[in-house]
């Protein structure tokens, strides 16, 4: 969730602007009002995760608005496209839409929770999706990270307007990992686009609130012809992801199981598995000591306990020599072997800022038990969606292991400015 990111990162930064300033003028009007405007409402998202795919929202401000709210430094001040009868709609929209799926929420929402929080505890992938659906049956365009996009239509009329120069707006609901719905609404009028984020938490009495709403000038948007609408603001903050995104086009489940359970974890950037074309005959040229990091959580679905140092060699050889063709003693001359030890150094990989991420897009079940997978590297950060290409073939186990077997990829596309 990288608008969360996005959001949280802003925020932060603007309360440590504010912090040292208050500490020069001591106690102000302006420290009292951002006091008061706190406690009575949340200003930051809880961050469920860094990835990935799927989406980086503007700077907010509560909804509770003050002609002696501090400035956020890191955010463009300019007029607002909608009027403020326009956003109270949009809020009132907002709340009815997270009022309609109350019901999918009674099992997961928890009190006394921190005023900065969804006020969701333990929202599963199958609640998302439920409330996704839901929000499309109403006639609302709505997402998640793991769920396709009901009335997407709805999106490429507006991008049409877009492109034809006529006024339009659209209202996206996306239903976050923590539970959180965030409608965010692009508005297109006299050649100049916008979008207002506003965030929906839930309180104590299971009752839906205006968590968050903020304007932000857009730079740009782009529908790909695959499917992705790629977005990206006037302001990028530091270390802040250059573009956001959302998948217009559906994928099926299908894919989306083999992209969970092949590909999701390996980094094009930081491993060379997607990287370099390879097979049975010259596996050993992507072996890194990184790399079992990886292949340990896709073996377990776990993360390795940071205190780890050494690797007994009989664990580490089994796994690595389950998941790729590869001997023992390849693995011993490139990942690190301390033969004093009989263990393997432990190294954590270090994962890079908004890289591409890989998804399945076709697949084929060969004869010989083999599956023949698709994947497209989707890099929003590059404006595209498909940077690359590979064709990797996979070989599954009864036991619910696999091994990759080969790997070829073709540089697509990248439109990084």
Not at 261 to 290: C, F, H, M, Q, R
Not at 317 to 336: H, K, N, W
Not at 370 to 394: K, Y
Not at 403 to 412: A, F, G, H, M, W
């Amino acid at each position: 969730m990288r608008q969360s990111v996005y959001i949280t990162v802003c925020i932060l930064m603007t309360l440590c602007v504010t912090a040292c300033a208050d500490k020069e003028r001591q106690s102000t009007p302006v420290q009292e009002n951002i006091t008061a405007t706190t406690a009575a409402q949340g200003t930051t998202e809880n961050d469920s995760e860094l990835a990935g795919k799927s989406d980086g929202r503007p700077s907010e401000k509560p909804s509770d608005e003050s002609s002696d709210e501090p400035e956020n430094p890191f955010t463009p001040h300019s007029a607002d496209l909608l009027s403020e009868e326009e956003k109270e709609q949009l809020q009132n929209t907002a709340l009815a839409a997270a009022e309609s799926v109350k019901e999918l929420y009674k099992d997961s929402i928890i009190a006394d929770t921190a005023h900065y929080s969804s006020g969701v505890s333990e929202f599963t992938s199958e609640q998302r999706k439920a409330v996704v659906e839901q929000l499309g049956k109403d006639g609302l365009v709505s997402v998640a990270e793991d769920t396709n996009m009901q009335n997407p239509e709805k999106v490429e009329a507006f991008y049409t307007d877009y492109l034809n120069g006529q006024d339009s707006m659209v209202t996206v609901f996306d239903v976050q990992r923590d539970g959180l719905i965030g409608a965010m609404t692009f508005v297109f009028r006299k050649g100049q686009l916008q979008a207002c984020y506003i965030g929906v938490q839930w309180n104590e009495e299971s009752t839906p609130e205006i968590q968050s709403i903020s304007t932000n000038n857009v730079a740009e948007i782009k529908l790909t012809e695959k499917g992705y609408f790629i977005y990206a603001y006037e302001t990028v903050i530091a270390h802040g992801c250059i573009r956001q995104f959302w998948r217009i086009s559906p994928l099926s489940e299908k894919c989306r199981e083999l992209t969970k359970k092949y590909i999701s974890g390996l980094s094009y950037l930081d491993l060379e598995v997607l990287a370099k074309d390879w097979d049975g005959s010259n596996a050993g040229d992507i072996l890194t000591p990184s790399l079992y990091d990886a292949i340990y959580r896709i073996h377990t679905g776990k993360i390795l306990p940071s205190d780890t140092r050494m690797i007994p060699a009989e664990e580490y050889e089994s796994i690595m020599t389950t998941y790729f063709p590869v001997t023992a003693t390849q693995l011993r001359d490139r990942c690190g072997y301390d033969e004093n030890s009989d263990s393997y150094e432990y190294e954590k990989m270090h994962v890079t800022q908004y890289p591409p991420f890989g998804e399945v897009v076709d697949y084929t079940e060969n004869a010989d038990g083999t599956i023949t997978l698709i994947v497209d590297g989707v890099w929003p950060d590059h404006n595209t969606d498909l940077a690359f290409r590979n064709t990797v073939v996979v070989q599954p186990f009864e036991d619910g292991t696999f091994r990759y077997l080969t790997n070829s990829v073709e540089k697509i596309s990248s439109d990084r400015k």
